[in-house]
């Protein structure tokens, strides 16, 4: 596997696409007692080149198609060719894979991320670490760029569906006897449902299944599945991660060498690559995560409060709700709720329809993770069938909180009839 040049180039001193990396661990001669970092200090340190003289304190950007070679036989290091690596990509990798892997007493050594040309890219390699005609167990709700692809490869012939309700634990274990794989997704994009994570890892195991989990919505500072023994963990890096909506990215982490070595092989033959400049862009908006999911979680936390039994609404979902179905699990196994909240319309699909289109500050998009509040209908997207029609998903940003809820409660009054 290419690994980077010495640290005296541009590369990241930490470590190389194939290793291990673990900038989580300080000590020096000041403080020779090694601590672990708090996620907020490796959000900000993680994936930079060494503090020497003269050095910039960021990457430059590395903008180049091809690298040139050592002489004679092509050595370990080499990096040969820009579809195989690239410095920008590597400096987000190992930012990424100390945040998934190294952020308790129990963290997880080896952690290795890829970053992928989009969180489908992403998405599309793991699914590929199924073996043809396996059977897959998934969740009922998902991302619909994840069930829109798997029904597609089920309608092949590629997969066999086992579709659950991911946070009926029963129901995900009578389901998993024979299958090749455990998708879990958590919590679920757009109903919020809530998986028991420890649990579901451990019995994915004990069923022979490989274990993947998309922690897109609770980001490895609210959720790390490789420490409950998930074998890949999946990003849209589009969201949360890089959070100015500016970049479609996407990303991997495994713990397992030879995962790792296959979802490589696959980036790489398959093309699933990113771009230098979003690379860039990523790893600049990770320096703020911790600062942009606090301030957003807060936000939707106080949202969702003041949203409930309000007249123009039927249900609100949040983890943070004493009441929500997912409370007492995301409170046990989470370091915070997230900020995405989902609201079902009394006045069903037309409501719905005027609550998207009668905001003023929040944004009617699709996507979500940025630093803007944004909301959508999601039944608008045809590949989420199980999705009730007068759901709206919103996306809580980093705004001032009451000028959210001045917008959204004078866009719910506008939405009856």
Do not use: C
Request: hydrophobic share 45%; glycine share 10%.
């Amino acid at each position: 596997m290419p690994q980077p040049p010495p640290a005296a180039t541009s590369a990241p001193p930490t470590a190389g696409p194939g290793d291990p990396v673990d900038p989580t661990r300080l000590a020096g001669p000041a403080d020779p007692v090694e601590r672990t970092l708090a996620p907020a200090t490796v959000a900000v340190s993680a994936g930079r080149p060494a503090a020497t003289a003269n050095a910039g304190l960021n990457l430059p950007v590395a903008f180049t198609s091809t690298f040139v070679a050592s002489h004679g036989a092509k050595e370990p290091g080499d990096l040969v060719y820009g579809r195989v690596t690239n410095p920008s990509w590597e400096a987000f990798e190992q930012a990424l894979a100390a945040l998934e892997g190294g952020l308790s007493t129990d963290r997880v050594t080896g952690a290795r991320a890829l970053l992928f040309g989009s969180g489908m890219a992403a998405i599309a390699a793991a699914l590929s670490l199924l073996p043809e005609g396996g059977t897959l167990v998934l969740p009922r709700h998902a991302y619909n760029g994840t069930l829109g692809l798997v029904d597609g490869l089920a309608e092949r012939g590629r997969v066999v569906l086992r579709p659950v309700d991911i946070d009926d634990t029963e129901a995900v274990r009578a389901a998993l006897p024979g299958a090749a794989m455990l998708w879990i997704e958590t919590p679920t994009n757009p109903m919020l449902e809530v998986a028991d994570l420890p649990a579901l890892v451990a019995a994915g195991h004990a069923a022979g299944a490989l274990v993947v989990v998309d922690n897109t919505f609770a980001t490895p500072l609210l959720q790390r599945p490789l420490e409950h023994g998930a074998d890949v963990v999946v990003h849209s890096v589009t969201k949360y991660l890089s959070g100015h909506s500016d970049v479609v990215l996407g990303a991997a982490v495994t713990a397992d060498a030879d995962l790792h070595a296959t979802l490589h092989t696959y980036r790489t033959l398959n093309g699933a690559i990113p771009g230098p400049m979003e690379a860039f862009l990523a790893l600049r908006g990770l320096r703020t995560l911790h600062l942009r999911v606090e301030r957003a979680g807060a936000n939707a936390a106080e949202l969702a409060r003041r949203l409930v039994g309000h007249p123009a609404l039927t249900r609100v979902r949040h983890p943070s709700l004493p009441d929500d179905p997912g409370h007492a699990r995301a409170a046990a196994q989470m370091d915070g709720f997230g900020a995405i909240v989902s609201i079902e319309l009394a006045g069903g699909v037309d409501a719905a329809e005027k609550l998207a289109s009668s905001v003023r500050l929040w944004v009617h998009t699709t996507s979500l993770g940025g630093v803007e509040s944004t909301l959508e209908r999601r039944r608008r997207h045809k590949e989420a069938p199980t999705v009730p029609e007068n759901l709206v998903r919103l996306s809580v940003g980093i705004e001032d909180v009451e000028d959210l809820w001045a917008d959204l409660s004078a866009a719910l009054a506008r939405t009856s009839p």
